[in-house]
């Protein structure tokens, strides 16, 4: 059994990188189709991951923490009624929502101050260098702690002027960002160890949160590139932050990738929330490997203004976090003053969204994972309608071709108008060539996907557009095919299982935890809905997350 899984893992992964622009065969089709069956229920076989690089060669723990680590580490030994406040913070701080933290410290158990510093111990407890390491963090915000004492100075006058707390708000909340979006604090390295001295401005959601009053914690680590660059590397490896973990099982189970320091960092409960970025299956896949809920919005729902690319077309950032409510009031804070993705006087209701009536659609294969099987049922006992969908081909012939061209012209203008002024002429064969001055380090697993871009062959703007619109439609026609024909409210996978399609249709998914196989992996329930209908999405995944209650936290980390 072990011998045919690998093989199946590794048949697939092939599938998987493909270049050509063949139709699948329907030996390939089986081969994943078996590979989702061998997986759904766990094996007997776990065997660990194979890893050629574990800790960063670039940074330290020392550089991560520089400048913040006497007062963690006083912040350790305080001693408030004979208990360390990291213990008690724990009972107050853990597996909560921001509404029950801002509650918290508007009823003065602890302060924004505390709340950060909490955080930060955590991460340097269990981040770095030490058996438990998780490798999710690549920097923090040194003026971070400075930030949180004017949250408190603020709250404080509030007080004082009578005022109350809106507790459904991101205002104090330490936030950490996916190194590959601006942020002024520290350099982002997209993970690559030739950016390590692109300090830039924020991007345009990064000063959003600020100004809605959220704290900056700092980056995360990621697939380097967003995993657009060597191609035959883990999930959740960059040079820049070494090999990130997942906290269910170390060395054992994927991260899921590319948002993959900031999947494990809420998992393991070293921020409130954080924001990563997808282009295609880069939130969902690792949120659910982490047993987190992660958003992809629609294309265009947030800026993408200082955020290194992949696809300008496809990639979108979006909200990660423990719970529903919190990624709702992410994502808000991620906009701005623009309309609310879910209206903020409904943020408070969701708790009271019911899936009475609604009419999903699944995919039978996928209830072969009886985890999958388990959650359908309990859609059902909500008296949603489920209806099972016929498996339809789809040719979504050139989809790396799509991505080559876009990241061939969008990492030049990435550079040009809000990198580092040293990479402002810089394109992917100048970071090529500047990766193999070191490539031990700096190109561990080589550089394949990034010399496919160079590769590609040149096409003309109106035949690119011509082609992205016709692989648009192509995805747009296969998913209404089923919302027409049988009315469908929007369609239920497993983590990011038809995250490509979804993707290049421009339909937005949203995972939720629903639970684990017997190995202990976490998996997630996804929904899918039309373009636009992001707020439905909340009010599913709220209902469905009320009611099944899946998520625990990893056991390794709870302490």
């Known amino acids: ?23 699948p065969s329907s030996r390939e089709k089986a081969i994943e189709k078996a590979l989702e069956k061998a997986q759904a ?11 050629k690089v574990l800790d960063s060669k670039y940074i330290t723990k020392d550089d991560v923490f520089a400048g913040l680590e006497d007062e963690v580490l ?19 701080v853990q597996e909560k929502s921001i509404p029950q933290i801002q509650q918290a410290i508007y009823d003065g158990k602890f302060t924004y101050k505390d709340l950060t510093l909490y955080f930060l111990n955590r991460i340097y407890n269990y981040d770095r260098n030490n058996e438990l390491s998780l490798n999710s963090v690549i920097s923090l915000n040194p003026n971070a702690i400075e930030q949180a004492r004017q949250a408190d100075a603020t709250l404080a006058t509030m007080k004082e002027y009578g005022e109350t707390l809106d507790t459904y708000v991101i205002t104090g909340m330490p936030i950490l960002l996916k190194d590959n979006i601006n942020t002024s604090e520290v350099p982002t390295t997209a993970g690559a160890a030739v950016l390590i001295d692109n300090q830039t401005a924020d991007a345009r959601l990064v000063q959003n949160l600020k100004d809605a009053g959220a704290i900056i914690l700092g980056k995360t680590n990621l697939s380097e590139w967003a995993y657009f660059f060597c191609g035959d590397c883990p999930s959740g490896y960059s040079a820049v932050g070494g090999q990130t973990l997942n906290p269910y099982k170390r060395t054992y189970f994927d991260t899921g990738g590319s948002s993959s320091g900031s999947g494990v960092a809420v998992a393991a ?17 690792p949120s659910s490997q982490n047993s987190i809920v992660g958003l992809k919005p629609t294309v265009g729902t947030i800026s993408g203004e200082g955020v290194v690319p992949i696809s300008s077309y496809l990639d979108t950032a979006g909200p990660m976090a423990k719970n529903v409510v919190d990624a709702a009031i992410l994502i808000n804070a991620m906009r701005g003053d623009e309309a609310d993705v879910i209206e903020s006087n409904l943020i408070p209701k969701l708790k009271d969204y019911s899936l009475e009536g609604k009419r999903f659609g699944i995919f039978k294969r996928f209830l072969e994972n009886p985890l999958y099987a388990d959650a359908i049922a309990t859609i059902k006992n909500q008296r949603a309608t489920i209806i099972e969908l016929e498996d339809r081909d789809l040719e979504l012939n050139g989809f790396l071709k799509l991505l080559n061209a876009d990241m061939k012209q969008d990492l030049p203008t990435y550079f040009q108008t809000a990198g580092n002024a040293k990479y402002k002429d810089w394109d992917v064969a100048r970071v090529m060539q500047e990766n193999l001055k070191d490539s031990i380090n700096a190109m561990p697993y080589g550089q394949r996907l990034f010399q496919g871009i160079l590769d590609e062959p040149e096409m003309t703007d109106d035949e690119f557009a011509n082609f992205k619109e016709k692989m648009t439609v192509s995805a747009q026609e296969y998913l209404n095919y089923y919302y027409s024909r049988y009315g469908l409210d929007g369609i239920l996978s497993i983590n990011n299982y038809t995250a490509g399609v979804a993707a290049v249709g421009f339909f937005p998914a949203m995972t939720v935890p629903m639970g684990y196989d017997k190995d202990g992996k976490p998996f997630g329930l996804t929904f899918i809905a039309p373009s636009g209908k992001d707020r439905e999405l909340f009010g599913w995944a709220a209902a469905y997350e009320r009611v099944s209650k899946k998520r625990q936290m990893p056991t390794d980390y709870s302490k």
Do not use: H, W, Y
């Not at 229920?41 to 890893?51: E, F, I, W």
């Not at 305080?78 to 009972?91: D, F």
């Open 41 to 51: 229920n766990g094996t007997d076989t776990l065997s660990p991951l194979k890893l």
């Open 1 to 23: 059994m072990k011998k045919l899984l690998l093989l199946l893992a590794l048949m697939a992964t092939m599938l998987s990188c493909k270049t050509s622009d063949t139709k």
């Open 74 to 92: 006083q912040f350790s030994f305080n001693s408030p009624n004979g208990t360390r406040k990291a213990e008690l913070l724990n009972v107050l």
């Open 269 to 285: 409960n070293f921020a409130v929330a954080a924001v990563g970025s997808e282009t295609s299956g880069s939130i969902l896949s």
